[in-house]
């Protein structure tokens, strides 16, 4: 650092006679408005604040996307176990998969790239028992669908009651 002034240790200066300030006392007041000049930007980025806040409640109908993908994968897995209930099942993954986009849409979360993994159960041997079992599944989902929206507020029944209507109607085509 050059210090362009007369500086004296103590003892006055030859220009003009006044008592002159110290190298020290320079660099002190030098290094206080740098720190400062540092610290002040930094107070207003809550660097400082302590007003911890908890994280938010996960929404309630998180797990209904999740269970509208899993029902979407279940369907493609027995539909590609039996070829011959592809034209009946298609439709109705697509529907499921149709059901998660929209409440992924409500609960303002992302969908997963990669389509859902099917459920831990294989599906059945046969296609009576492949539907049978796809039948169950649904009847579990519309009583979480109808859960769902009995306690939902107002602006997210309306969806969650066409979702546990399509669902019983997805009973009905296993038929």
Do not use: W
């Not at 540092?38 to 409640?57: E, H, I, K, N, S």
């Not at 099942?89 to 409500?106: C, F, M, N, R, Y």
């Not at 009847?139 to 399509?166: F, M, N, V």
């Amino acid at each position: 650092m050059v210090l362009t002034c007369p500086v004296g240790i103590g003892r006055t200066t030859p220009r003009n006679q006044s008592s002159g300030h110290s190298r020290r006392k320079l660099l002190r007041a030098g290094a206080l408005l740098a720190l400062g000049g540092a610290v002040t930007p930094l107070t207003g980025c809550d660097l400082f604040d302590r007003d911890d806040q908890p994280a938010p409640p996960p929404d309630p109908l998180r797990p209904m996307v999740d269970e509208s993908l899993g029902l979407a994968a279940a369907y493609r897995a027995s539909a590609t176990a039996h070829p011959e209930l592809a034209d009946r099942l298609g439709p109705i993954a697509e529907a499921h998969t149709a059901h998660a986009t929209e409440l992924a849409k409500v609960v303002g979360v992302a969908l997963p790239s990669a389509p859902a993994a099917a459920p831990s159960t294989t599906p059945a041997a046969d296609p009576a028992g492949a539907l049978a079992a796809l039948r169950d599944l649904e009847k579990a989902g519309q009583r979480t669908a109808t859960d769902a929206c009995a306690a939902a507020p107002a602006e997210r029944a309306a969806l969650l009651g066409s979702i546990a209507a399509a669902r019983a109607t997805h009973q009905e085509a296993l038929k």
